[in-house]
T-cell receptor, first 115, second 117 residues
Framework: GENVEQHPSTLSVQEGDSAVIKCTYS??????FPWYKQELGKGPQLIID?????GEKKDQRIAVTLNKTAKHFSLHITETQPEDSAVYFC??????????????FGKGTHLIIQP | ETGVTQTPRHLVMGMTNKKSLKCEQH?????MYWYKQSAKKPLELMFV???????ENNSVPSRFSPECPNSSHLFLHLHTLQPEDSALYLC????????????????FGEGSRLTVL
């Protein structure tokens, strides 16, 4: 089955600096790679996603890059702000049967923005 | 109400109890999911319901029993649980489409925090 590795587990950066979180996956059939942000006491929320036919996608301060050959993808947050502090999860799509897709998640990265 | 609603938010139960977790989505989606979130571990997919039909049981012990009476409601029935089952149980929904685009964005509820004594 699909295995998603995520690093680092904890990342502390100064406010205004950039943060990068990296993930690798094992199943070459995966074609959808979302990133979720989870704040304390809440469920994960999608912040950006990328499909396998695209190498990079950007949405304001957030960008995701995908290297299908190397099977890795990364989240980049620029000009970090205190509200960016949260746990971030990467995920890769998996085929779960009956034609439906699910997601396999990484273990998460606790991002801490230092004032 | 909007989004995905889960009840109860917190549940404490003994190992011999029977309880249920409830999830309701107000987004008109056709797929619903149960995920388990434990400390230091990735989110684990437990069950997938697509068009009300269960399409995945990810090797989940039989002490967890899902029920999906319609595309808007999803239950997780719990009985004779173990302390290691203590976790945050997250429900999610999505609009699944054919043609390779698959599940798309998952919309999560805020979870039910389960403690088994």
């Amino acid at each position: 089955g699909e295995n998603v590795e995520q690093h680092p587990s904890t990342l502390s950066v100064q406010e205004g600096d950039s943060a990068v979180i990296k993930c690798t996956y094992s199943d070459s059939a995966s074609n959808y790679f979302p990133w979720y942000k989870q704040e304390l006491g809440k469920g994960p929320q999608l912040i950006i996603d990328i499909r396998s036919n695209v190498g990079e996608k950007k949405d304001q301060r957030i960008a995701v890059t995908l290297n299908k050959t190397a099977k890795h993808f990364s989240l980049h947050i620029t000009e970090t702000q205190p509200e960016d502090s949260a746990v971030y999860f990467c995920a890769a799509s998996i085929r779960v049967g009956g034609g439906a897709d699910g997601l396999t998640f990484g273990k998460g990265t606790h991002l801490i923005i230092q004032p | 109400e909007t989004g995905v609603t889960q009840t109860p938010r917190h549940l404490v139960m003994g190992m011999t109890n029977k309880k249920s977790l409830k999830c309701e989505q107000h987004l008109g989606h056709n797929a619903m999911y149960w995920y388990k979130q434990s400390a230091k571990k990735p989110l684990e997919l437990m069950f997938v319901y697509n068009f009300k039909e269960q399409t995945e049981n990810n090797s989940v012990p039989s002490r967890f029993s899902p029920e999906c009476p319609n595309s808007s409601h999803l239950f997780l029935h719990l009985h004779t649980l173990q302390p290691e089952d203590s976790a945050l149980y997250l429900c999610a929904s999505s609009q699944w489409t054919s043609g390779g685009r698959g599940a798309g964005e998952l919309f999560f509820g805020e979870g039910s925090r389960l403690t088994v004594l």
